[in-house]
């Protein structure tokens, strides 16, 4: 199975927790042209401002490492670059820009250098901005998705996250859940 499919197949399952847009750039069949592929190019800064963003949204936990420890840093600007047209390209680089900018406004510090207090306060206002208009993707719409999506995608999210059973055997519709016991993975 190739990433894209399994991308497609992952957005179905997550369906429910991920806005339509991400869901409908992921389960549409596009090939996006040579001459639209990329318009922004993120920067080993931007990818450490994206996993500290991550990492607010699924933090380490003692049951789990958080999305920092699972690279997300790195998977959204892939995300980005290789699976969304121009424009949600572009939306969310300006996004992200602006965020620093407010973060220089409001507390003379980039992103990275601001308290896990202040950054909570910052991703609060964004949360509160991206519902004025939930029909326009904004930044933080884009970025929660992604961080949800490349998360619970990866190793850490499968196996450490939620329980994870390599070879599941047959269907069992009334299988024992145990109190506490983490949602299955496969």
């Known amino acids: 199975m190739d990433r894209r499919r399994a991308i497609k197949n992952l957005a179905l399952v997550l369906g429910g927790v991920i806005s339509v847009t991400t869901v409908g750039i992921l389960i549409k069949d596009i090939i996006i042209p040579d001459n639209e592929n990329s318009n922004v190019s993120f920067s080993a800064t931007d990818e450490e401002l994206l996993a500290e963003f991550a990492d607010i949204i699924i933090p380490t936990t003692k049951a789990a490492p958080g999305a920092k420890a699972a ?4 998977f959204i600007p892939m995300m980005l670059k290789e699976c969304y047209p121009k424009d949600l390209q572009q939306t969310f680089f300006t996004g992200m820009k602006e965020m620093e900018e407010k973060c220089q406004k409001e507390y003379n510090k980039n ?3 601001l308290s896990p207090e202040e950054r909570t306060k910052i991703m609060e206002q964004l949360r509160t901005e991206s519902l004025v208009d939930i029909k326009k993707p904004s ?5 929660r998705d992604l961080t949800i999506l490349g998360y619970f995608s990866s190793e850490i999210g499968c196996t450490q996250s939620r329980e994870y059973l390599a070879v599941p055997g047959r269907y069992d519709g009334n299988a024992d859940y ?3 016991q983490k949602a299955w993975a496969t």
């Open 178 to 180: 145990k109190p506490g």
């Open 111 to 113: 992103f990275t250098a």
């Open 71 to 74: 690279g997300l840093g790195v």
């Open 139 to 143: 930044f933080f719409i884009l970025a």
